[in-house]
C-alpha cells in the first residue's frame, strides 16, 4: 500500500482528498495564517500560534532521496547523543527514521527514559514536545522539526479563558470548609497546552490520555463533586457516559459566553463541565460511515477512538487510544476485517504491517492532521544537520515554574494508574 503522501499525490484534484493543497509543500504554507490543508484547516487559527520561519533552499529543494540522505548521515555522526520521536500519526517518510513510535505521552516518556540523550527531536505536535519537556532533564533538549506544527484542539482552550472559567465557576458553586469534597476539580487531556497543566496541578487537578481517562476520573471523584473537563468535549462525554452519569448531568462549557452558556442552576446541578473543544481529524467519522462499512463487509470489527462524537462510538465495536486500536489490530486473525476511527497515517500503516487482514479507514476521504503533517523530510534533515553543527534549532522550552506545576499535574496522573 503506498504512503499517505503517495496518496496524496495521485490523488490530486481528485474528491478523494478533503483539500486540493494537500499536496503543497509546508514551507509553502508555513507562512500563512492558519493550520494548513487538512483536517484542521477550517479551525480558528490564534494569533499567539507559533509560526516556522524560513528553512534554508539546501533542504526544500533537495529531492526525497537527498533528504534521506542527509537525514542518515546526520543520525550517524550523532549516534546515541539524539533520539527521534516519531508519533503514531506522522508520515512514514518521517516514521522511518523515528528510534520510538508512539503516542505523545510513551513518547514523552522515552525521552524520561534515555537520560544518556542530549537532545530529541520530536516528530509530533507543539504540546507534546512540551510534555517532552517536562520530564526530560534540563540539560537535554527537546526540538520540534517545524514550530507551526501545533494542534487545533489544544487551541481550542487558552490559559487566559481557563482562569477566567474557574473563577466564574468558582463564584458560583459553594465553597466547604467541613473538610467534604471540593465542589470542582480540574482534569486536562494531554492534548493541551503546558501552562493548562500547570494550572490544574496548582488546583487541585491532573491530567489525563485517551487510555486512563476513566481511571483519572475516578480519581476526581473520590476527592470532588464535579469535574471541569478541558479541552475535548467528546473523550470527556464518553468517559463519563461509560461511567454512567447521565446525560442530563454533564453540560457544555463555551468560553464566549457567560457562565459557558449555562445557568447557575445548570452548573450546580452538573457533575461533568466539558470545554467544547474537539479534534478535527476524529470530528470526520460519522454514523453513516459504519453503517456503510457493515453493510460492505459482514463481519467487519469498527474500531474508533474517543475523540470520535459519541453516536460514532455507540455504533463502533471497541472504542480506544491509539494503543488499544494498535493491540486490536495486533490480535486479528489473518482474513479480518477491520475499519478504524483514527488518523490516516496510523490506519494506512497498519494495513501495511497486516497485509494478510483488511484494514481500512472508516473515513474514504484521504485527510490527514493538518499539523502533524508539517512535520516534513526537510525539517528533519535541517534540525538534525544543525545539530551535528552544534546548533539547537527550534528547542521548545517550557518556563520552570509552568513546569514545576505541570509536573505536578502529571504524577497525579502515573499515581492514579494505569
Ligand atoms: S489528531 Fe487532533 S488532537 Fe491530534 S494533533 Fe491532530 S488535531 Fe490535535
Partial sequence: MPSVTNLILTAAGKES???????????EVDQNHSYGPGASQAD?????????????????????????????????????????LGHFYQRDEIV?????????????????????????????????????????????????????AGCSMADMASIGQVEACW???????????????APLVPVTYMNSSAAIKAFCGRNGGIVCTSSN??????????RGERVVFLPDQHLGRNT?????????????????????????????????????GFCSVHKRFTVAQIERARAEYPGVRVIVHPECPAPVVDAADVSGSTEVIRREVEASKPGDVLAIGTEINMVNRLAQQYPDRTIFCLDPVVCPCSTMYRIHPAYLAWVLESLVEGEITNRIVVPDDVAADARVALERMLAAKP
Fill in 167 to 181: 473563577e466564574e465557576l468558582t463564584r458560583v458553586l459553594p465553597t466547604r470548609g467541613d473538610g467534604a469534597k
Fill in 96 to 148: 522511518k527514521f523515528a528510534d520510538f513510535v508512539g503516542d505523545s505521552f510513551n513518547l514523552a516518556q522515552a525521552a524520561k527514559k534515555h537520560p544518556e540523550a542530549e537532545a530529541f527531536v520530536f516528530c509530533g505536535v507543539h504540546f507534546m514536545a512540551e510534555t517532552a519537556d517536562i520530564l526530560s532533564g534540563d540539560n537535554q533538549a527537546v526540538i520540534l522539526p517545524n514550530l507551526a
Fill in 44 to 84: 480558528r487559527f490564534p494569533q499567539i500560534a507559533p509560526r516556522q520561519g524560513a528553512v534554508p533552499s539546501r533542504y526544500t529543494e533537495a529531492s526525497p532521496a537527498e533528504l534521506d540522505a542527509m537525514i542518515e548521515q546526520a543520525r550517524k555522526e550523532l549516534g546515541d547523543r539524539v533520539k527521534i
Fill in 213 to 222: 481517562a476513566r481511571t483519572v476520573l475516578e480519581w476526581v471523584f473520590e
Fill in 17 to 27: 482528498t478533503c483539500d486540493s493543497q494537500l499536496p503543497a509543500e509546508p514551507w
Fill in 240 to 276: 463519563a457516559r461509560a461511567m454512567g452519569i447521565p446525560d442530563e448531568q454533564i453540560i457544555m462549557w463555551n468560553p464566549h459566553q457567560p457562565l459557558g452558556g449555562n445557568t447557575p442552576e445548570q452548573v450546580e446541578q452538573s457533575t461533568v463541565i466539558l470545554w467544547n
